[in-house]
């Protein structure tokens, strides 16, 4: 019930001034999204017709981007993205050792958010760093060299993180 | 820039060895169907720019390079040399075919669209019986949540033609791809339902059984098929289609690529109301009257007893009868219902559906510049620099008109300029718009004349060989712009703009609405509108022009065959006794002295007595006018009242005898479209019982009569009226330009046009938007869906839309607290009805829309008539009126007034 009114009430007056900025400009579809993913972590679906009113763009496109590129999400994601690299290198290096850790220690599965909205746990093909394999992402930060245990402690140190700041609230 | 002076440069291609010479940018696609040759292609439309999505069309150039290249896509050069068949052409089309069919299932004996499916055909021609790669099909649900088209994802090869003709041409969008790669799949946005205009045209581009239509669906198999062009009856356009029959039953309705006004674009009424044919409320037997009854009865008994009715009302006194005929018929049948009144029956009250449709649009253009119908042709529209429309909901009252707009916005980036009393859909994607008060038509058309005299925008030449005109003009709009703004509640500077938006423009096209053609002052408003052209070129420059629409099918026939009081068959107006004489030679008979009554005139004269007996044909007075007009009192007050429909309309329910007539697709003839094309209907289905043509209704009662009009078929009837119609004489569903005004007609007006009456012309009148205690004001007026007459009958058309709901204001709608689907009780000087209510954000505060269509008579019936002047072409107005609305509480007092 309370989540339902939250999502009701998501404030979108900043993804609306980012449609209007990029009002006439040229193929403003992916900016924006991307704009507005940056901002709210992703795209709220109730956003874009509004979206597609304001740049005088058919909804059926920007539906056609947005559902094209594995960028863009349209449900709410954690705070922290971990990204675990399922690539060549990385798999040969015990990528999937690393990833099953992390279901565990997550209690999620791959693609999916922990019930908190803190973590989204997501294995990706390739980062481009395969000097460094086994690697990880958590957010922007990279994590080289991986090993199950070590990607464990990173994130027990951000749920400690975490939870010391709503104490301290 | 003008093509005519344009040297075409031409450059010599060979394909398979056939040397042609091609004008420039003249893509390899085209150059083969000119020599012939035919290459296959799935995702290519003539109409729209190559998509070079498909890749089966890939042909091998061997000179000037040796290379494969897209047939669709590519621009042929100078000396280029194809093989369309060679070796490796022939490989690659087969391998194309090959990956095609690792996806696409091979469900072609339950699939509609086998028989006539180009992967089909294309696999027995061109592809192989061994696939050398791993088969993968899709499994995707078909989605049937549409109420029209069902999409079926598994079968879709991806071409993206649904999605570009959607866009392009119909530019609606209302479908994309979603996702990426082998899970891509065609529909609406969000994952919804589709809910768009209907068109289909995604369906007739399918080159795969992908997109099909609901109606059609597992009912027929191609090859069972017989298939008949003919012309649509449901609007002025006029569109050709196939009708397609299955045993006599209409199966469905397929478009014809480049093949008349439409080009084979098709709008959901054309598509899909194909059902009321063959609806079980056809009348199929001939009914008279017994007491309050109608009952069954023998064609002989009914011939005998409407000859007998009308035949005692014609001895009581000249002038005793009255006939109106409607669009439904052809031109044919309106030719002789014409001569059956004014030569059988003696009589001069002959009118017609004209008089509540855009008799003031026709009757202006032909008096003042002798041009019947449109002065320009639907290409005309297509290639214009600006186009203005004026109280014209064009994309719902004339759709593929509509798309010609659409067209010329979307080739050239053209300003569409659009004035109207709602945000209609043209006006969003117009360049220009003023949004004016509803009922204020003439006042805003005065401002834009002004603002031409004003702003310096008359056209140098005109100026210059017509200044007696111009200066006439000029004195007729000294007055303020204060007189313009206020009513219509638009400013001067955007008035200015706009008119100076289409002045600039050097084939400039008017086209004006049914909101100007009956509005209040009709016939002022489209003469002013005829002035605007004058004073921008328009009546000057080949290409532009001034043009009115009409709605009804064959309503540019009803002003050929002269059906109303003054006009005479050719188009003619009654007061000129030459064309009055030509048609009395033609029929060998003395014509009535004086002019007959209009249709209004005529219902005073039934309710007093005057008139007695009367013949309605293919149209419905009671149920197309509100109460207000009297024409229930009216016709139930004849002795005797003979109809022929093929449903029991409200006039027909109050008649004294009914005949049962048939549909378009039961007849032959013709029908004249907006343009003033002659376009041939031809007979596909069997007519119901005892259904016959009118012109045989009309015929068996001359007989009766004793005064024989006898013909073997429509075409003896059409050769005898080419003699009083030239227009008749060529049927013609080519797209030839409509030639525009000839100088010496623009001169004999400009000499007597503005030398009288010119000062009424721009007299707005002095009720113009004045409240009468009501503060809203309702319209009612036509959607894309319904035309209302035949539409109703089709349970397609009504399961895609029977919404009879009141569309309001959205933002109103919120501080009222009236939210869609609540009830609101409109209240009227002419009673009070419950209707549901459905904001829209698109129409103006203060004002109420509702279909014209609706069976809910109460709306329609809230309507008060305003007569129209007969020097404004006697046409009642009643598409306005003003209403209080107030939401209804209970439902049970909502339950309680319905």
């Known amino acids: 019930m309370t989540a339902k009114t939250e999502e009701q009430e998501l404030d979108l007056t900043r993804a609306y001034e980012i449609a209007e900025e ?52 349209t449900s709410p994601r954690g705070k922290y993205i971990v990204k675990v690299c399922v690539g060549t290198a990385c798999h040969v290096q015990g990528a999937k050792d690393i990833l099953d850790r992390m279901k565990d220690e997550l209690k999620v599965g791959a693609g999916e958010t922990t019930e908190d909205m803190m973590f989204t746990l997501e294995p990706v093909a390739c980062i481009g760093s395969c000097g460094l394999a086994p690697l990880c992402l958590i957010n922007t930060e990279t994590a080289a060299n991986m090993t199950p245990a070590g990607m464990a402690g990173k994130i027990q140190a951000i749920v400690e993180k975490e939870s010391a700041g709503v104490a301290e609230e | 820039m003008s093509t005519a002076t344009t040297k075409v440069d031409t ?37 729209m720019r190559p998509n070079a999505a498909c890749r089966i069309c890939t042909v091998e150039v061997t000179k000037p390079m040796n290379k494969m290249f897209m047939a669709c896509a590519t621009e042929m050069m100078d000396g ?8 490796r052409t022939l490989k690659d089309r087969q391998t194309n075919l090959d990956l095609l069919l690792t996806q696409h299932p091979l469900d072609c004996p339950v699939c509609d669209k086998g028989g006539e499916c180009k992967l089909q055909d294309y696999s027995v021609k061109y592809g192989s019986f061994e696939n050398p790669f791993e088969t993968k099909r899709k499994d995707f649900p078909e989605d049937i949540r549409s109420v029209a088209l069902d999409f079926n994802s598994n079968r879709c090869i991806l071409c993206g033609g649904c999605i570009q003709v959607c866009g392009d041409i119909q530019q609606v969008d209302a479908i994309g791809f979603s996702k990426r790669g082998f899970i891509t799949v065609v529909g609406a946005p969000m994952g919804e339902a589709l809910d768009c205009e209907f068109c289909g045209q995604c369906m007739d581009v399918c080159p795969v059984g992908a997109i099909t239509s609901r109606f059609a669906k597992y009912k027929f198999r191609p090859w069972q098929e017989e298939k008949t062009q003919t012309t649509c009856t ?59 009854k109608l009952v069954e009865t023998t064609w002989e008994e009914a011939v005998s007893e409407a000859a007998r009715g009308l035949a005692g009302a014609k001895a009581a006194g000249a002038g005793r009868v009255a006939g109106i005929a409607g669009g439904r018929l052809t031109n044919e049948e309106q030719y002789l219902f014409g001569r ?13 559906s004209l008089r509540y449709g855009a008799i003031n649009g026709v009757t202006v253009t032909r008096e003042a510049l002798g041009v019947t119908g449109m002065m320009n042709s639907f290409d005309e529209v297509r290639a214009a620099d600006a186009v203005l429309l004026i109280g014209c909901d064009i994309t719902q009252e004339a759709p593929i008109l509509g798309l010609a707009v659409k067209e010329a916005i979307h080739k050239g980036e053209k300003p569409v300029l659009v004035a109207d009393s709602m945000k209609t859909e043209i006006m969003k994607r117009g360049a220009g718009r003023l949004v004016y008060t509803p009922g204020t038509e003439i006042a805003v058309i005065k401002g834009l004349v002004k603002a031409v005299v004003d702003e310096g925008l008359i056209d140098e030449q005109v100026a210059k060989k017509y200044p007696k005109a111009v200066q006439a003009l000029r004195s007729e709009l000294s007055g303020t712009y204060k007189e313009i703004e206020t009513p ?44 605007l052209a004058f004073l921008t070129g328009g009546l000057t420059t080949p290409g532009a022009g001034v043009n009115a629409i009409t709605m009804e099918n064959n309503e540019l026939g009803l002003a050929l065959n002269g059906m109303a009081p003054e006009l005479v068959p050719g188009g003619g107006s009654w007061d000129d006794a030459e064309a009055r004489g030509k048609v009395a030679t033609a029929w060998n008979c003395s014509l009535p002295n004086h002019q007959g009554d209009t249709m209004m005139e005529m219902f005073d004269a039934m309710r007093e007595g005057r008139i007695s007996a009367a013949i309605v044909a293919g149209t419905d007075p009671v149920g197309r006018l509100p109460q207000d007009a009297g024409a229930a009192e009216a016709l139930g007050a004849l002795d005797c009242l003979v109809v022929s429909d093929l449903f029991l309309s409200e006039t027909a329910k109050r008649a004294h005898v009914v005949f049962p007539a048939r549909s378009y697709a039961e007849k032959d003839g013709t029908v004249t479209n907006m343009e003033g094309r002659v376009q041939t209907i031809t007979s596909c289905m069997k007519a119901p019982g005892k259904a016959a043509s009118d012109w045989k209704i009309v015929s068996d009662i001359a007989r009766e009569m004793g005064h024989p009009l006898e013909y073997a078929n429509p075409g003896e009837i059409r050769a005898e009226a080419a003699a009083l119609v030239p227009q008749f004489a060529d049927t013609d569903v080519t797209n030839a330009a409509r030639g525009g005004v000839s100088t010496e007609a623009l001169e004999a007006w400009l000499a007597g046009g503005f030398g009288t009456g010119m000062g009424e012309r721009y007299d707005l009148p002095a009720k113009l938007n004045e409240a009468s205690g009501h503060e809203m004001r309702l319209y009612v007026g036509e959607l894309l869906f319904h035309s209302g007459s035949m539409s109703t009958y089709n349970w397609g058309l009504m399961k895609i839309n029977d919404a009879a709901s009141l569309q309001l204001n959205s933002r109103e709608a919120r501080k009222l607290k009236i939210k869609e689907g609540d009830r609101v009780r409109l209240t009227g000087d002419r009673g009070s009805c419950v209707v549901t209510a459905k904001p829209d954000p698109n129409i103006m505060p203060g004002t109420l829309f509702f279909p014209r269509h609706s069976v809910l008579d109460d709306v329609r019936n809230l309507v008060q008539v305003v007569e129209g002047s007969e020097e404004e072409g006697s046409v009642p107005q009643f598409r306005f009126t003003r209403v209080t609305m107030e939401k209804v509480s209970g439902v049970a007092e909502a339950e309680a007034s319905a």
């Not at chain 2, 056939?18 to 292609?41: C, Y």
């Not at chain 2, 059956?340 to 017609?352: A, P, Q, W």
């Open chain 1, 22 to 73: 990029e009002y006439g400009k040229q193929g403003p579809i992916i900016r924006v999204l991307q704009k507005v993913q940056a901002e709210y972590g992703y795209i709220p679906p109730e956003y874009l017709p509004e979206m597609a009113e304001i740049l005088e763009v058919p909804l059926a496109k920007i539906f056609g981007a947005l559902t094209f590129y594995s960028q863009f999400y």
């Open chain 2, 11 to 47: 450059i010599t291609v060979t394909i398979n060895g056939q040397t042609i010479q091609v004008p420039k940018g003249t893509r390899i696609i085209q150059a083969a169907e000119m020599l012939g040759i035919e290459i296959p292609t799935f995702c290519y439309q003539p109409r």
């Open chain 2, 80 to 87: 280029m040399e194809v093989l369309t068949d060679s070796e």
């Open chain 2, 234 to 292: 449901y609007c002025g356009c006029g569109c050709q289609y196939d009708l397609r029959t299955v045993d006599g039953e209409a199966s469905r309705v397929t478009p014809i690529e480049g093949v008349g006004p439409g080009q084979g674009s098709l709008c959901v009424r054309g598509h899909f109301g194909y059902h009321f044919m063959e609806d079980d409320r056809r009348i199929t037997r001939p009914l008279v009257r017994r007491g309050d």
């Open chain 2, 340 to 352: 059956l009144v004014r030569d059988v029956l003696g009589s001069s009250n002959l009118d017609s």
């Open chain 2, 488 to 531: 219509t509640g638009l400013k001067k500077d955007d008035i200015v703009a706009l008119a100076k938006r289409f002045a600039a423009a050097s084939k400039g096209i008017i086209l004006a609405g049914p909101r100007v053609t009956g509005g209040l002052k009709g016939k002022s408003a489209m003469t002013m509108l005829v002035d």
